[in-house]
């Protein structure tokens, strides 16, 4: 059983580009939840999906968007790329309602 | 507003001896608990959850923590430490089933032989 799927695994841009990163939740899972790591910081929330929708937002400004397709899978887009930007970034899936989150394993973005 | 502070950015135990990290919480209604495991260049990976249950709560490997209300604690232990257990522990807070998690900034766990 597969669990969370991310692609890339890293990616290099450069500042004022836009990159979009994917997620395929595991099996079972409807709800999708995006996260940046800053390096030897803690995960911080940027949004979630379910049903296609955003349901909650962190605190990250319009530049971060998502979408979350039918199969459950979701899109994490990011524009005018700026070099605070550079982070890992986690995609969480669980069923609704659940506590029971699973991580992917992340990608790596560079902005240089 | 949730929050979670460890208070330790770096554990050192050797291997055999106990391991205790420490959390303290904020919420301003009953939360839902957890501690996560990063190891390097992995994925976060549950441990263990409280979600108002039991107040001692067992998790993989040999983890567990105390939810302690009146101290608004949930310190992580175990008893004996192993090297496969080197790597970053997160704390993490959440409302009600759904609502965003809220991470601690992590404490490095090393294990010397």
């Known amino acids: 059983d597969a669990g969370v799927t991310q692609s890339p695994t890293h990616l290099i841009k450069t500042r004022g580009q836009q990159v979009t990163l994917r997620c395929s939740p595991k099996?079972?899972?409807?709800?999708v939840s995006w996260y940046q790591q800053a390096l030897g910081q803690g995960p911080q929330f940027i949004f979630q999906?379910?049903?296609?929708?955003?349901?909650q937002r962190g605190n990250f400004p319009d530049r971060f968007s998502g979408h979350q397709f039918p199969n459950y899978s979701s899109e994490l887009n990011v524009n005018a790329l700026l070099l605070g930007d550079s982070a890992l970034y986690l995609c969480?899936?669980?069923?609704?309602?659940?506590?029971?989150?699973?991580f992917g394993s992340g990608t790596r973005l560079t902005v240089v | 507003a949730q929050s979670v502070t460890q208070l330790d950015s770096h554990v050192s135990v050797s291997e055999g001896t106990p391991v205790l990290l420490r959390c303290n919480y904020s919420s301003s209604y009953s939360p839902s608990l957890f501690w996560y495991v990063q190891h390097p260049n992995k994925g976060l990976q549950l441990l263990l959850k409280y979600t108002s249950a039991a107040t001692l709560v067992k998790g993989i490997n040999g983890f567990e923590a105390e939810f302690k209300k009146s101290e608004t604690s949930f310190h992580l232990t175990k008893p004996s430490a192993h090297m496969s257990d080197a790597a970053e522990y997160f704390c993490v807070v959440s409302g009600q089933a759904g609502t965003a998690l809220i991470f601690g900034k992590g404490t490095t766990l090393s294990v010397s032989s």
């Open positions: 099996s079972g899972h409807d709800t």
């Open positions: 999906y379910y049903e296609e929708e955003e349901r």
């Open positions: 969480a899936s669980r069923p609704q309602g659940s506590y029971g989150y699973t």
